[in-house]
């Protein structure tokens, strides 16, 4: 339950539209549920502004579908790294859940309404880094951002990153994803003057290592204005950079 719900059940409960006994069973499952498997914390959402998310990285199609048959009615549901089986099994309880296939995002419900005219802008270096991209820029508009997208500009050809300067300049956060080195993310941070979140993938060859070259690449970045998240996590990234651009909305 988002704080819209809950001022909206109070003010029905003021109005005696609906009874005391009726709001305390929609309040019931407050700070949180335990449903055997997991403990979902239907709280998350009052002091986040936005319900707790699900990685599906790890659980069964059952135990995802389970968890989202409790939280979507309490308000919009993501779930993360998921596969066409745990998005079946999503659909048989949750009939209106979306699946966004590169991202390996599920969505149910409706998105937040977006209530600034900032925009997030996602940037990849390369097209194999997209999936990651997509998970970021879909949580972000999820979460009530909307995101715009610039896709294979990396710096082995800058020429292509200098075209799209228009939607870097005119943005209020930027996401900065890449494999290989990782060098995307300070050429961005060199141009703009708003945060870069840098997301290194697992993109690359050997001695990548699977990542963990952008991830230091990033973390050892030479241009300020620059954080880091963990490797191929696109939806922290997406997550953080809607939370900085509703707050610039709001101060401006």
Do not use: W
Request: charged residues 20%; aromatic residues 4%.
């Amino acid at each position: 339950m988002n704080p819209e719900q809950l001022h909206d059940l109070l003010e029905k409960v003021k109005s005696g539209e609906i009874g005391i006994s009726e709001a305390l069973d929609r309040l019931r499952l407050m700070p949180y549920e335990d449903i055997g498997f997991a403990k979902l914390d239907h709280h998350r959402s009052l002091r986040r502004g936005f319900g707790e998310v699900v990685l599906c990285k790890g659980k069964t199609p059952d135990q995802v579908a389970g968890i989202v048959k409790r939280m979507a009615p309490l308000g919009t549901t993501m779930a993360t790294k998921a596969s066409p089986e745990v998005f079946d099994a999503v659909r048989q309880v949750a009939p209106n859940a979306r699946y966004h296939h590169l991202a390996g995002l599920i969505v149910v419900g409706d998105p937040v309404p977006v209530k600034t005219e900032g925009y997030v802008l996602v940037v990849t270096a390369g097209t194999g880094d997209i999936p990651v991209a997509e998970e970021a820029a879909v949580t972000a508009e999820t979460m009530g951002s909307r995101a715009e997208r610039a896709y294979d500009v990396g710096v082995a050809g800058l020429h292509r990153l200098l075209d799209c300067k228009d939607k870097l300049l005119g943005a209020n956060v930027i996401v900065a994803v890449a494999g290989m080195e990782g060098a995307l993310a300070s050429v961005v941070s060199g141009m703009v003057d708003v945060p870069v979140i840098a997301v290194p993938t697992s993109v690359g060859y050997g001695a990548s290592f699977g990542g963990l070259a952008a991830l230091l690449g990033m973390v050892n970045s030479c241009s300020p204005g620059v954080s880091v998240v963990n490797i191929d996590n696109g939806f922290g990234a997406g997550y953080l950079a809607s939370l900085i651009n509703r707050r610039i909305g709001v101060r401006h």
